[in-house]
């Protein structure tokens, strides 16, 4: 079985820091989330995950530590958790830990909007 190349994107002011690695196990996705072009900017994200999905570890979990983003990456995000479910009903152990600052209501709702929607596993982490 080959091995599967980490996909490390750096974030910057406009973008989210993305790190996935199988070999590791860490797979986080933080910061702000408006870049110019979504979804040319995740579709790096998106076909490392179609592949990673063919071949996963047992134990996946997300993180999610997101300060802003906007709602052309909020569909992005829902494409990612849309992969991770796809694995969760496979019976893989997925979850998504999804971390907002503690009086950030609207990173709060969009945790609670995104597990309304999907079967994945969604624990709401909340930190100061």
Do not use: C
Request: net charge negative; no cysteine.
């Amino acid at each position: 079985m080959l091995e599967m190349e980490p996909l490390t994107l750096k974030g910057t002011d406009e973008s989210p820091e993305i790190v996935m690695d199988k070999s590791t196990n860490v797979f986080k996705i933080e910061g702000k989330s408006m870049p110019e072009d979504v979804r040319e900017f995740y579709k790096p994200l998106l076909h490392w995950l179609d592949a990673y999905i063919q071949s996963p570890n047992n134990d996946t979990t997300l993180v999610f530590r997101m300060d802003y983003f906007n709602s052309a990456s909020s569909k992005q995000i829902l494409e990612v958790l849309y992969r991770l479910q796809n694995l969760f009903k496979k019976g893989y152990k997925v979850q998504v830990e999804w971390h907002y600052m503690i009086d950030d209501e609207d990173m709060e709702d969009a945790g609670l909007a995104f597990s309304g929607i999907l079967e994945v596993p969604i624990k709401l982490v909340s930190y100061t």
